[in-house]
């Protein structure tokens, strides 16, 4: 079907009949013409934003990588030779993806966290409260995957992140969820601390409990002994849901830490 | 055209996998396999270009089982890593109607999915697996990574699929081993279960911290040297069993994740949880629920 046959029987193209890529590819390389080249451009841009969508899923902003699949898309074109009878495509993908790992490794993105994927977590972030400020309840990924039109799986992977990224939760204005505006995190969480100091601590549990900071030690309470949901401890210590689980899930880390002292089994 | 990497013989598996899963070819699965390869990449320091590399390869070859391995049916998808100093093997398996060809590979995009594997992989073999079905190795070659030693030992081990264990209608089975190498990788499995079972951001987070403690504090009660947990997400509900554990261990596997002052955080995390006993065995089945 693709024969060489084909190729130089003629030029001309049969309306409504999607041309042979290897005869434009011979109009455009050996004949100069440049509505062959745009023709191929458009036949093959599919293929660069699927690639685009496939490859780095979830970190960098959908457009900059389609920019990059797009480069690639180009360059296979020039270097492609028709006259060795592989397929375009076949050509044309590592080309693409080629483009992509070294556009991913300049931009020293193997070390820093990726963009897209922190813009996406303070996103998650700040939806999560917002929606749980007007409903009453957290909502589920599906609920911010809809409201922020992101996919389940960029949500789920923002859900990881937020856990890993210090600055963004402490540091970051809060939304407009509250009245003293520009209130850090970091200023609403103290002060507020002995109010919640329900539980007398006894020796032994001093002994392990002491060294997590008091602020953890109370969300710890909250949650365990007094069995309040992640949101209820929010709302009463007056920093979002997402915080209170990266407290919950640092501080717990530190208590392990502290029971399994080193020589202990682990 | 013959392609040179087909492979019409069944190679045997020399090692235990790092990382098992079991799955069905339903599309919402690929995820959870993606996030089972971020949490595995997390342990063992891949960089983030490498991980990228893998885990768009490794979505093409499931998503082939998911389209094209059962004829619209479902069935299984079976996914194994293997973390070999230098290299990264993954097996993408199916156990659909024999072997497919490349032309069969394809997918929706003029089929992009195998030239995909061939180019981001060091090297890719497709085989037939004995029985019926479909088995695709990918080789990834990985530079300073901290290589796990190999999950030891043909201890007993027995396919999850058969194990008598098994939870019937499990959504997700997950081996792991050594379990150290589970700490990263059952919670994001677990999270994306959540997500899943219409949990809200609160209860996602109660999963987290339920798999952080199970990965914790089972280490010493495990059957064998690998963390095995079958998961069963429905609506509103998960029910999570964690096993083999040794002979009366579940009960410390619950008392070693109590912290003084806070009870037992196992207890406090999931709505219930029941002990039992299989032959020489135990699993301990915990239920998390959705609240209000």
């Given amino acids: 079907m693709q024969g060489a046959a084909t190729a130089t029987r003629t030029s001309r193209t049969i309306p409504g009949v999607a041309e042979d890529p290897r005869r434009l590819f011979v109009r455009w390389q050996q004949q100069g013409d440049e509505s062959a080249r745009e023709e191929l451009v458009n036949r093959f841009m599919p293929l660069a934003r699927s690639l685009a969508r496939r490859y780095g899923r979830s970190s960098e902003p959908f457009e900059d990588l389609l920019q990059v699949a797009s480069l690639g898309l180009l360059k296979a074109m020039d270097r492609y030779d028709v006259e060795r009878g592989h397929p375009f495509q076949s050509f044309a993908v590592p080309t693409i993806l080629g483009e992509m790992r070294r556009y991913f490794r300049d931009s020293g993105w193997a070390v820093h966290v990726p963009r897209g994927a922190q813009e996406r977590a303070l996103k998650v972030r700040d939806a999560q409260e917002r929606i749980a400020n007007e409903r009453g309840h957290a909502p589920t990924a599906n609920q911010l995957a809809e409201y922020l039109e992101f996919d389940t799986e960029e949500v789920i992977d923002a859900l990881q992140a937020i856990q890993a990224y210090e600055t963004v939760s402490l540091d970051a204005p809060r939304p407009g969820a509250d009245d003293d505006a520009g209130a850090s995190y970091g200023d609403s969480i103290g002060g507020e601390d002995e109010r919640y100091e329900l539980v007398e601590l006894d020796a032994t549990v001093a002994a392990v409990l002491g060294h997590i900071p008091p602020r953890e030690r109370t969300i710890l309470k909250m949650r365990f002994v007094e069995d309040l949901t992640q949101t209820e401890i929010a709302e009463r210590v007056g920093i979002s849901q997402m915080q209170v689980s990266r407290l919950l899930r640092r501080s717990l880390e530190q208590l392990r830490a502290l029971t399994h002292a080193p020589g202990e089994a682990r | ?292």
Wanted: aromatic share 2%.
């Fill in chain 2, 1 to 292: 055209m013959r392609r040179r990497e087909i492979r019409l013989l069944t190679l045997p598996v020399a090692e235990i996998p790092n990382v098992r899963l079991n799955l069905s070819n339903r599309a919402e699965n690929v995820l959870l396999v993606r996030q089972a390869l971020s949490g595995l990449s997390e342990a063992i320091k891949l960089d983030a270009v490498e991980l990228n590399d893998v885990s768009t390869a490794v979505s093409e070859a499931c998503n082939n089982v998911v389209m094209h391995a059962y004829n619209g049916e479902e069935g299984p998808l079976e996914v194994e890593v293997y973390a070999l100093g230098n290299e990264l093997e993954v097996i993408v398996r199916d156990r659909g109607r024999g072997m497919r060809t490349p032309a069969q590979h394809g997918d929706d995009v003029g089929g992009i999915g195998l030239p995909v594997i061939r180019a981001l992989s060091r090297s890719m073999e497709i085989s037939e697996v004995t029985g019926g079905g479909t088995e695709v190795r990918m080789r990834f070659a990985i530079t300073k990574t901290t290589a796990p030693e190999p999950a030891a030992g043909s201890d007993g081990h027995r396919a999850a699929s058969s194990y008598p264990l098994a939870m019937p209608d499990a959504t997700a089975s997950l081996i792991v081993g050594p379990p150290r190498l589970a700490r990263a990788v059952l919670p994001r499995v677990l999270t994306a279960l959540a997500a899943r079972a219409y949990f809200s951001t609160d209860r996602i987070s109660d999963t987290q911290l339920l798999a952080d403690a199970l990965v914790a504090h089972s280490e010493n009660s495990l059957d064998g040297d690998r963390l095995s947990v079958q998961v069963t997400a429905t609506p509103r509900d998960l029910h999570l069993r964690l096993g083999p554990l040794q002979q009366g261990r579940a009960a410390a596997v619950l008392e070693d994740a109590a912290q003084d002052g806070l009870g037992t955080l196992l207890e406090r995390l999931s709505n219930r949880h029941e002990i039992s006993a299989h032959g020489s065995a135990e699993v301990l089945d915990l239920h998390l629920a959705e609240r209000g």
